[in-house]
T-cell receptor, first 114, second 112 residues
Framework: AQTVTQSQPEMSVQEAETVTLSCTYD???????LFWYKQPPSRQMILVIR??????QNATENRFSVNFQKAAKSFSLKISDSQLGDTAMYFCAFTFQGAQKLVFGQGTRLTINP | EAGVAQSPRYKIIEKRQSVAFWCNPI?????LYWYQQILGQGPKLLIQFQNNGVVDDSQLPKDRFSAERLKGVDSTLKIQPAKLEDSAVYLC??????????FGPGTRLTVL
């Protein structure tokens, strides 16, 4: 079975600081994809960043980057120069080739303080 | 490009009543998903459609939940009869085949 674990229920940092959210996953699949989604209070799930497992290079999207450690089955999200608008629930998610459905972790509530 | 539309945004019902949610995916998206998100948890897939056929409904409580996707476009998710534990946000998402999923704003259901 595929599982995703986020061990940090809540995190809080000051604006402009860097914060790292942790995620581990378990799968026997070889071809899979990992995602970080942001869910603000509006409930709209927004894709932050995506990583293909076959790619060794870590994905980056502006202030967002990941540290993908395939052997350790770890996929952490780093947010640099955090902004008030980054305040949201963050979900790590996984899918494997052929399945398409997303398996989500429990989420980390991130608060950026002014 | 219009996003995934869902209605209603909020619904409050009493237990044992029935309720239906509607989803209109992004035009041209063949795959449609319904997820259930219980408060404090990540979303869990209830059912996945490819056009108007069911791909995965392994976690759909079929004794009370049903879903259909007529003509491979809009979809409705129904609960009958509702239980207290069905209180959750119901998220609809759509994608091109094997593509990125786009989510709707969700319907928050409260069962009293």
């Amino acid at each position: 079975a595929q599982t995703v674990t986020q061990s940090q229920p809540e995190m809080s940092v000051q604006e402009a600081e860097t914060v790292t959210l942790s995620c581990t996953y378990d799968t026997s699949e070889n071809n899979y994809y990992l995602f970080w989604y942001k869910q603000p209070p509006s409930r709209q799930m927004i894709l932050v960043i995506r990583q293909e497992a076959y790619k060794q290079q870590n994905a980056t999207e502006n202030r967002f980057s990941v540290n993908f450690q395939k052997a350790a089955k770890s996929f952490s999200l780093k947010i640099s120069d955090s902004q008030l608008g980054d305040t949201a629930m963050y979900f790590c998610a996984f899918t494997f080739q052929g399945a398409q459905k997303l398996v989500f972790g429990q989420g980390t509530r991130l608060t950026i303080n002014p | 490009e219009a996003g995934v539309a869902q209605s209603p945004r909020y619904k409050i019902i009493e237990k044992r009543q029935s309720v239906a949610f509607w989803c209109n995916p992004i035009s041209g998206h063949a795959t449609l998903y319904w997820y259930q998100q219980i408060l404090g948890q990540g979303p869990k897939l209830l059912i996945q459609f490819q056009n108007n056929g069911v791909v995965d409904d392994s976690q759909l409580p079929k004794d009370r939940f049903s879903a259909e996707r007529l003509k491979g476009v809009d979809s409705t998710l129904k609960i009958q009869p509702a239980k207290l534990e069905d209180s959750a946000v119901y998220l609809c998402a759509s994608s091109l085949e094997r593509g990125r999923q786009f989510f709707g704003p969700g319907t928050r259901l409260t069962v009293l």
